[in-house]
């Protein structure tokens, strides 16, 4: 495993546990499924002022937390896809590399015999 694989890998744990927690300590929804039904229509001047709640602001962490944790799970898997394509590539050339050397030194041995 690469150093860049061990990073990500740390990033990926530590973006799951902030998820977890941070989900954990934001109060959930009263309305619920009853709002999603009834329109759930009830303007207030709280609900004009969300963005600048405690809520509002575990909310946007928990959705910077998501998008970190995606980006960083699509780079893990391009690099460990392109570093597994680079060594299939490496280890065919190095086998007909020592094939090729192979058959030439039996070569030289076959013509002194003759």
Do not use: C, W
């Not at 009263?30 to 963005?51: D, K, P, V």
Request: glycine content about 8%; aromatic content about 4%.
């Amino acid at each position: 495993m690469g150093t860049l694989e061990i990073v990500a890998g740390v990033l990926l744990i530590l973006s799951g546990l902030v998820i977890i927690l941070v989900v954990l300590a934001q109060e959930s929804k009263e309305q619920g499924l009853t709002s999603a039904i009834g329109g759930g229509a009830n303007e207030s001047f709280y609900e004009h002022n969300m963005g600048k709640t405690r809520d509002a602001r575990l909310s946007k962490f928990t959705r910077n937390a998501a998008i970190i944790m995606f980006i960083v799970t699509l780079v893990v898997n391009i690099v460990s896809t392109v570093n597994k394509n680079k060594d299939k590539k490496e280890s065919t050339s190095e086998s007909s590399s020592v094939v090729t050397v192979a058959d030439s030194s039996e070569a030289p041995a076959e013509s002194a015999a003759q």
